[in-house]
């Protein structure tokens, strides 16, 4: 049951007051230098001049008074806030202590004129007398101001709520994005995995033991590399060819002297960002969609250049011609799309083409990143 003004506390994160004071001090200096140029011009025109002094202790006083204050009143607003289903209680205690304040504050600026210099508009042998009435001239300015300050403080707790929870939007969407990166790498690695023993099984089969043996030590050495970069989204194009150049040899173990390939990389590009696990499935796709579909088909060509703004690789071969859409494939290939739209949204491309010299080549394209830990 909601009987209490919702009392919230400052913690660690809180405002600094010390700043909050320095700041009210900062707004309250101009303004009431401005009522002291107020209090002596006006009264020069009205015939009864005063000395700058004078005027001083007249203009500045009510300001600096309320910059003072401000902290409090600063605190009070971001510990009783008017929020909904709390805002009645809140309201009724905002409205006896800015009662409060202002009196509080009227009494001082009283005091202040009485004691260092004549109190412009009214005088009286009594304190009493002379404060009455200016409470019942300037109660409702102290009022505002009060109300002002309060408002104040709403806005930097509204403010500074609406930054956290955009931060903590962030940070989730990170940890989200991050699962759901480790979820397709760890379905791609299996997806290898099972296309490789289907591999070694055929070598079997064929009585190739000594290439089957060997094939499973090639294995065992891409697993190590995989393990290793295990929690690596992204790592150098060198990284990333290293590992096709020794899936390659288990592919060659298998089509024996007929699978070629060939690497044309600029140099420029083996510090390049990719994805981890991202060019396998291309060359996986080339072969098993290009090279085992035809007999006479045994090119397999890797490609890497910088494009502008954007890595640029192609993965060719002489198999078949595609005659899909162009973002069809595999597991592998919906796969890859994915993990690439996670990483880098709109501003990369994976397709699958017809090659103009015949067969199939299949493009991928990333933002350029250069690896930081090698400048």
């Not at 400052?10 to 140029?37: M, N």
């Not at 209680?89 to 004129?113: Q, R, S």
């Not at 173990?253 to 060019?279: H, I, K, W, Y």
């Amino acid at each position: 049951m909601a009987t209490q003004p919702t009392i919230g506390t400052t913690g660690s994160g809180g405002p600094r007051w010390v700043a909050i004071w320095l700041l009210a001090f900062a707004l309250a200096t101009p303004l009431a230098w401005s009522s002291v140029a107020f209090v002596y011009f006006g009264m020069l025109a009205a015939g009864r001049p005063l000395t700058f002094a004078h005027s001083m202790v007249a203009g500045l006083p009510e300001w600096y008074v309320w910059a003072g204050l401000t902290p409090l009143v600063f605190s009070l607003g971001q510990r009783v806030r008017l929020e909904r289903h709390q805002w009645v209680p809140a309201g009724l205690f905002h409205l006896a202590a800015g009662t409060v304040v202002a009196l509080v504050d009227l009494a001082l600026v009283t005091a202040i004129n009485r004691q260092f210099g004549p109190t412009v508009s009214y005088v009286g042998p009594v304190f009493w007398e002379v404060y009455l009435k200016i409470v019942l001239r300037y109660f409702h300015y102290s009022f505002i101001i009060y109300w002002v300050i309060v408002a104040a403080a709403h806005a930097v707790r509204y403010y500074r709520s609406a930054r956290d929870r955009e931060v903590e939007g962030i940070q989730l969407q990170a940890e989200l994005t991050q699962a759901q990166l480790a979820t397709l790498r760890m379905q791609l690695q299996p997806h290898f995995l099972f296309n490789t023993l289907h591999t070694i099984a055929s070598l079997v089969r064929d009585g190739r033991g000594d290439a089957a043996t060997t094939t499973i030590a090639r294995l065992g050495d891409l697993f190590r590399q995989t393990l290793g970069n295990l929690q690596r989204n992204e790592v150098p194009l060198r990284e990333e060819l290293s590992f096709i150049e020794a899936y390659l040899e288990i592919e060659q173990t298998r089509f024996s002297d007929r699978l070629a390939v060939r690497f044309d990389v600029d140099q420029e590009t083996l510090g390049a960002m990719v994805p981890n696990l991202s060019l396998q499935p291309l060359v996986e796709n080339a072969i098993r969609h290009g090279i085992a579909r035809d007999p006479s088909a045994g090119r397999i060509e890797v490609l890497a250049a910088r494009r502008g703004g954007a890595l640029r690789i192609e993965v060719r071969n002489d198999g078949p011609a595609y005659t899909g859409n162009g973002s069809s494939g595999g597991v592998g290939l919906a796969n890859t799309r994915a993990r690439l739209y996670r990483l880098y949204g709109p501003s990369c491309r994976l397709d699958l083409l017809p090659d103009h010299s015949g067969g199939t080549v299949a493009v991928l394209e990333v933002p350029w990143r250069a690896d930081e830990e090698q400048g």
